[in-house]
């Protein structure tokens, strides 16, 4: 690993998927961490503690979760870029505080690196049971983006697109990644810094007088100033009107909160991603996504080798979901094969979109470790029947 100095560590490194997602975060322009140590995220944490001194950025450890989460949030609105890491236990005591990034539209990114649970559960050992508490954790109604690397390079990849696409939607973004992917080592290339593409924050032009922090643009994102910049800003978790002053009332309720829904809803398109190998002609398609894909993959290509007709779909994005595109394969395949490392949440997605115009058969597992591809073929045989 090079010890040059700057955010950007160009060049071919052996790394893990934690340590690559705060190199992620650095080549992506962050400069402020708050965090809590907890296993299997704590690599996180302590590669931004190393490097972040570095570049003049800042790290804090917080008391707890709660204040980790309301530090980034801060931090957002003093023009900083900013990042927090945590796991189950801990992603349970942020949910307030991220319910509060979405009502006041505040540009970040979490990291979750799921082990085992509930409660304290498996600290060291590899769950994805916090993907729809990804979703639906906090209260009210909003929409969320998150997504889910599968490998040490996407979760520098994706750690850089979950920057990016803080900042063009003004919300935080969740980085679902998992204890396997988080521990494991593999290469990880990181290119130049000029050839990253970073987006920016939507940036006010507006006079201080005439700047409203809650003004939708054509795409229903607002445009967003720094604090101390001489603009009045009023940021509140309570129903608030385009000056961002309290305004608890329902016609005020009707513009503010399905505007935080239709401004993911509406730019859908532009934000999913998922992967597809030899869907076209399947008989039975695989959903997976991360650590679970790469087991998923190696069911699939056996299956094949039995002369099945299996194609495979990775979530990138897990949400917003591919709805549509499940609709599309539901009217051309049989059924659908969800591996996943809880006892079945993504797999509610998938069958809520086929609608009964094909099965889905869950593959489910507790935690503590990945599937055994032979389980995954028996559903896959299932599906077949």
């Not at 961490?33 to 490097?51: H, S």
């Not at 080592?185 to 507006?206: F, H, M, N, W, Y």
């Amino acid at each position: 690993m090079s010890s040059q100095r700057g955010a950007v560590l160009t060049g071919e490194h052996f790394m893990n998927g934690d340590v690559a997602a705060a190199e992620g975060a650095l080549a992506a322009g962050c400069t402020f961490f708050a965090g809590y140590p907890i296993t299997p995220a704590t690599e996180v944490a302590e590669r931004m503690a190393e490097r972040l001194p570095d570049i003049g950025g800042t790290y804090i450890q917080m008391e707890d979760e709660i204040a980790s989460m309301a530090a980034i949030l801060g931090a957002a609105w003093g023009g900083r870029k900013s990042m927090t890491s945590t796991s189950g236990p801990g992603f349970s005591l942020m949910q307030e505080n991220l319910g509060l990034g979405y009502m006041t539209e505040t540009p970040c990114v979490l990291v979750n690196v799921q082990r085992g649970g509930p409660s304290t559960g498996l600290p060291t050992l590899v769950g994805q049971q916090d993907m729809m508490q990804a979703r639906w954790g906090s209260h009210g109604d909003y929409e969320v983006i998150a997504l889910a690397p599968n490998s040490p390079q996407e979760c520098f990849d994706l750690t850089i697109a979950a920057f990016n696409l803080a900042e063009t939607y003004r919300l935080p973004v969740l980085l679902m990644t998992d204890e396997v992917v988080g521990h494991m080592t593999e290469k990880v290339v990181i290119p130049e810094a000029g050839t990253i593409e970073l987006a920016e924050r939507p940036l006010s032009q507006a006079t201080p007088d005439a700047y409203r922090p809650y003004e939708p643009q054509e795409n229903l994102v607002p445009e967003m100033v720094t604090a101390g910049q001489g603009y009045r800003l009023h940021v509140t978790g309570l129903t608030h009107d385009e000056r961002g002053y309290p305004a608890v009332v329902a016609p005020v309720q009707m513009r503010t909160v399905p505007r935080l829904v239709e401004k993911i809803r509406h730019n859908r398109d532009r934000i999913l991603r998922y992967e597809e190998d030899g869907v076209e002609g399947a008989d039975v398609v695989v959903v997976s996504y991360g650590i679970t894909s790469r087991v998923a993959l190696m069911a699939v290509e056996e299956a094949r080798r039995r002369k099945l007709k299996v194609g495979f779909l990775r979530l990138i994005v897990a949400w917003p979901f591919p709805e549509e595109r499940i609709r599309t394969l539901a009217a051309q395949v049989q059924g659908f094969v969800v591996p996943e490392i809880n006892l079945g949440q993504m797999a509610l997605e998938v069958e809520r979109c086929a609608a009964g115009a094909a099965k889905t058969v869950l593959v489910p597992h507790a935690g503590g470790a990945v599937h055994d591809p032979q389980t995954i073929i028996a559903a896959i045989e299932e599906a077949h029947a």
